[in-house]
């Protein structure tokens, strides 16, 4: 069974910097991993995407975080990691890491989440 673990949430403030990382366990060492991406939900709020990276190393940023966050992985230890900084506190939320591990059938997978709080 896979799974994925979040940790490095926290409570900073406004202006600080935040390092999230996911790491993964029962995935075979010869499964590709199509994306590992960070999504957060807000309080009230949708869960929307903030970064991902392809299976290429391609990446993408939400408008909101670009710039300020980077989304690094190692494909060796099958792990994600989120760099935060300059943090704001429309940053507020739970942190979710998801790894799509194939299209047909869908398969992904998603962590518990961590919670990040950003204080004015």
């Known amino acids: 069974q896979v799974q994925l673990v979040e940790s490095g949430g926290g409570l900073v403030q406004t202006g600080g910097s935040l390092r999230l990382s996911c790491s993964s366990s029962?995935?075979?060492?010869?499964?590709?991993?199509?994306?590992m991406g960070w999504y957060r939900q807000a309080p009230g709020g949708q869960r929307e995407l903030v970064a991902d990276?392809?299976?290429?190393?391609?990446?993408r940023y939400s408008d909101a975080v670009r710039g300020r966050f980077t989304i690094t992985r190692d494909r060796a230890k099958k792990a994600v990691y989120l760099q935060m900084n300059s943090l704001k506190p429309e940053d507020t939320g739970v942190y979710y890491c998801?790894?799509?591990?194939?299209?047909?059938?869908?398969?992904?997978?998603w962590g518990q989440g961590t919670q990040v709080t950003v204080s004015s």
């Open positions: 998801n790894y799509v591990l194939s299209y047909l059938p869908k398969n992904e997978v």
């Open positions: 990276i392809s299976y290429h190393g391609s990446t």
């Open positions: 029962g995935i075979d060492w010869n499964t590709p991993i199509y994306s």
